[in-house]
């Protein structure tokens, strides 16, 4: 089968590999959607850490049953989306619901193991979650929507009633979704900064009230001027460097909550003096529960949120060298999602 290998700092290349054999109760999938995430093409780049080549990357997929085992739940054609992080259901996190930081494995396509840029991969059943009526791209979704479902669902419903303005720093595939998410929920002025005017017309179509693009205008001027210096209840971080993780704090009211996302860069410098005067907090979200993923993906098939906008390239599996190449080359930002088909 074809594979899609990460080898080297920007530097992808395309094998022909065997065909997974499954084993006992897995499922032989064949992949049929992989969305290229950002964290995807951070680690093609060499900056996190996070992608130990030679290894296949890939997590946000949807595909259909090739193979099924004696018994199994899911007949032979079923559609599916893989929940790609293993648990192992009995540890005192996952008996808490927090699958995703349970320490059983590696989420797919992290460090050296690999993912699902590929034809086929061997899963066991309770990673599946079928589907119908929506197609493979848009179910391939659920993944990064899952991400962003979990971090807007820090704040509770309260919470977001009250907050006269949240703000998104960052307004790639996880900061829009966010948007929408909140959005759904009812949030009232939601504020988007990021540094492509192409990604903040977007974010106006999925809803954002107010936007900031930190290249024309002073950061912290904007938001003052926005909120009337009041400052911001929420701030959601979904790019994971350190200037935009000082902004996520910067921009809050007293008492304010700073949730991030963005995993790009290991260490970053806070203003504790800032955190400890203004009674700030601070959430880490570290991607998504099976509460979270498979109502996400029943967000997408009743048409909840709304991903046109965010779909906008589409590659063979075999040209996936040159998708990674296209998006070294992203510069105006209007590579947002990017899917592998096969």
Not at 160 to 170: F, Q, V
């Amino acid at each position: 089968m074809k594979a899609l290998y990460y080898v080297g700092e920007s530097t992808m290349e395309m094998r022909e590999i065997a065909k997974p054999v499954p084993h006992g109760s897995e499922y032989l999938i064949q992949v049929k959607s992989n969305g290229i995430c950002g964290s995807d093409f951070e680690g093609y780049k060499g900056k996190t850490g996070r992608r130990t080549p030679p290894m296949i990357m890939g997590h946000e997929f949807s595909g259909v049953v090739q193979e099924a085992p004696f018994g199994g739940k899911y007949a032979v054609g079923q559609k599916v989306v893989v929940f790609p992080k293993p648990y192992c259901g009995v540890c005192e996190f996952c008996k808490k619901g927090l699958v995703n930081v349970c320490p059983e494995g590696i989420c797919m396509g992290v460090l050296d193991v690999n993912g699902s840029m590929c034809e086929y991969v061997a899963i066991e059943e309770k990673y599946l979650i079928p589907f119908e009526g929506i197609s493979f791209n848009e179910a391939a979704f659920t993944e990064p929507l899952a991400v962003a479902y979990r971090s807007v669902h820090k704040i509770s419903d309260a919470e977001l009633k009250d907050a006269k303005y949240t703000i998104i720093i960052g307004a790639g595939t996880i900061g829009l979704l966010a948007l929408a998410v909140l959005k759904y929920r009812g949030a009232k002025n939601v504020i988007v900064s990021d540094a492509t005017d192409f990604r903040l017309e977007v974010a106006k179509q999925l809803g954002a009230d107010f936007t900031i693009n930190p290249r024309n205008e002073d950061f912290s001027e904007a938001v003052a001027r926005i909120t009337g210096s009041t400052g911001c209840d929420f701030s959601i971080e979904a790019v994971g460097i350190a200037p935009t993780a000082k902004n996520s704090l910067e921009c809050l009211k007293i008492g304010g909550t700073a949730i991030w996302i963005g995993n790009a860069q290991k260490m970053v410098e806070v203003n504790m003096q800032k955190i400890v005067t203004m009674e700030l907090r601070i959430k880490g979200n570290y991607v998504y529960d099976l509460e979270g993923f498979n109502e996400s993906l029943h967000l997408i098939a009743q048409g909840k949120i709304n991903l046109q906008p965010l779909m906008t390239n589409f590659y063979r599996l075999e040209d996936g060298v040159q998708a990674f190449k296209d998006l070294e080359n992203n510069r105006d930002g209007k590579m947002l999602k990017v899917f592998l088909e096969s």
